[in-house]
């Protein structure tokens, strides 16, 4: 399977419970941590929800 990096670039700090949530599930909680994940439709939109605080890294 296709696989996906993620790269927190934002941080949670006055953002939404729902958000840091979000940032939690995906694995991520520091600046500059990065995460693999398999491409699944739910990681993407995941990754939707958050995509002012995060970038997808090659």
Do not use: Y
Not at 2 to 20: H, N, Y
Not at 22 to 29: K, M, N, P, T
Not at 44 to 57: E, N, S
């Amino acid at each position: 399977m296709a696989t996906i990096k993620v790269k927190q670039t934002g941080s949670p700090i006055r953002r939404p419970e729902s958000q840091r949530k979000v940032l939690a599930g995906l694995g991520l909680g520091k600046m500059n941590r990065v995460v693999e994940h398999t491409d699944t439709p739910e990681i993407r939109g995941m990754i939707q929800k958050v995509r002012h605080m995060v970038t997808i890294v090659d």
